[in-house]
Structures are given as structure tokens and as C-alpha cells.
């Protein structure tokens, strides 16, 4: 596998407080990364550095660089909307548009992207709703509103959504943690699938999870990454005793 996305050096403050330090971190195409560690220790913080989310959040600022295929996604004259493009993100609780169906829920991005011609939108759409594991459920509603949804189905549809513009790295913040079990299992399911499509980096508190659906396992501790490394590895022989603490629950 090669590199995909590099972090070096990566700091994150709000105002004068330091959330994230001196983070270096490399992700290799074509895998699911986990994010893990208490509450409060940097993991979500990073994750929304990545595709430029804390420009949005007066008083934030990054330092270090963080890169996508080579290019910086902070140098000067970088669109942070186009980087939005290719770094998708699918939040804690599902957010589907609301005033809007099914299909333009999946479409919005093509949309906003210029693209109008409604067979290369029905065609995204079919494709993107595959990838998400939903359009056997909904391929006979697509013009009915999004809300109908059940929350599991409502989270695929923006994991669909993101899918739709084709991101080289999909964000996931906590993805399940709002779903049952039955929707969770289905979503850790489509994950390893999607590693065909796309990379993944998810945020999760649940280490099970983490354990069964990453490629790599990033533990992170009052801001620091601790430890990174394989799964396997990060589980069964971590290198640093606050890792091993943590994932024997003698901590967190």
C-alpha cells in the first residue's frame, strides 16, 4: 500500500489552549484507520484538522502540515471547499437534509459540483446507494423525504451522500454510536467493503469496534499520539503501558 495522507507536526489549539501535539501520523490508501482514547484526548480534534473543519471554529488554528496525496491541505491559495470534495465526513448522528428525498440528498453534492443531467444523477445515485449497502431498501422511494428513514438508514444515506463525489478519504466521527446494534453491525460491515472505494479514518470509543472493522489503530492520550500501529498489534502487544492500560480497561 502506499501513503495517502501524511500528518507531521500537527498541533491544534483553541484560542491559547493546545487540544492536539505534535502529531505525526501516516495513512495508507486503501484502509480503515481507528482513532481511540478517552474522552477529551485529541481523536476528534485531529480527525476534523483533516479535512479543514476548524476553519470554521473561530479562535482554532492548525500548525504543522497535514497532507493529501502529496499537497499540503494548509498551504496558501488551498480551497478548503474543494479539499471538503475530496475528504468526505459522516458525523456522530445521522444528518440528512431534511426538506430534502432521498435522491437529492445523494445528488446535493453533484449538484452543487454543476452537474444536472439526470441520468448521470440516477446513475451516481444507484452507485453510491450500493456502495452504502441501501439501495435494495429504498431504490422504489428515492423521491420520498430522507426523514422518513430509519436512524440506521438515515446514516447509510450520508454515507451515501459522501460517497457520491467520490472522496479519496472518507472522515467518520463516531459513526454507530447513535444506531442500535442491528445497524451498527451493518455499518461496520460496509466498512471493510468501502476499502475498495475509499480510505477511512473513523473516530470510535467503542474498541471492539476498532478492533474488528481497522487496518491500523491510533491511541490517543491529552492530546498526544501515544501509539500507532496495527490493529493486531495495538491490541495484543502495544509498546507503551498507557496503550496497554487503556485497551485492558484498566483505564478510560
Known amino acids: 500500500m502506499t501513503q495517502l495522507l501524511t ?3 500537527v498541533d491544534i489549539y483553541y484560542g491559547e489552549k493546545q487540544a492536539v501535539k505534535k502529531v505525526n501520523l501516516n495513512v495508507e490508501r486503501g484502509s ?7 474522552s477529551g484526548c485529541g481523536k476528534t480534534t485531529f480527525l476534523r484538522a483533516i479535512n479543514r473543519m476548524h476553519d470554521l471554529t473561530p479562535g482554532a488554528r492548525v500548525e504543522g502540515e497535514i497532507r493529501l496525496d502529496g499537497q499540503d491541505l494548509y498551504a496558501p491559495g ?3 471547499v474543494t479539499i471538503r470534495r ?7 448522528k445521522p444528518n440528512p437534509f431534511p426538506t430534502m428525498s432521498i435522491f437529492e440528498n445523494v445528488t446535493s453534492g453533484l449538484k452543487l459540483a454543476g452537474i444536472r443531467d439526470h441520468a448521470t444523477l440516477m446513475e451516481v445515485t444507484e452507485r453510491s446507494l450500493r456502495q452504502a449497502a441501501l439501495w435494495d431498501e ?4 428515492l423521491k420520498t423525504p430522507a426523514t422518513g428513514l430509519s436512524g440506521g438508514q438515515q446514516q447509510r444515506l450520508c454515507i451515501a451522500r459522501a ?3 467520490e472522496p479519496e478519504i472518507l472522515l467518520m466521527d463516531e459513526p454507530t454510536s447513535a444506531l442500535d446494534p442491528a445497524s451498527t453491525a451493518r455499518i461496520e460491515d460496509l466498512m471493510s467493503d468501502l476499502k475498495q472505494v475509499t480510505t477511512i479514518v473513523i473516530v470510535t470509543h ?3 469496534q476498532a478492533a474488528r472493522v481497522s487496518d491500523t489503530t491510533s491511541f490517543f492520550l491529552n492530546g498526544d499520539l501515544v501509539e500507532h500501529g496495527k490493529t493486531d498489534q495495538i491490541f495484543t502487544s502495544p509498546r507503551d503501558e498507557r496503550t496497554e492500560a487503556y485497551v485492558t480497561g484498566r483505564f478510560g
Not at 480503515?32 to 478517552?38: F, S
Not at 475530496?86 to 456522530?92: D, P
Not at 429504498?138 to 422511494?141: E, F
Request: hydrophobic letters at 55%; charged letters at 20%; proline letters at 3%.
Open 78 to 80: 488551498v480551497d478548503a
Open 86 to 92: 475530496r475528504i468526505g465526513m459522516v458525523f456522530q
Open 206 to 208: 467503542n474498541m471492539h
Open 32 to 38: 480503515v484507520n481507528a482513532l481511540i482514547g478517552p
Open 138 to 141: 429504498v431504490k422504489d422511494r
Open 7 to 9: 500528518a507531521k507536526n
Open 163 to 165: 460517497l457520491a463525489v
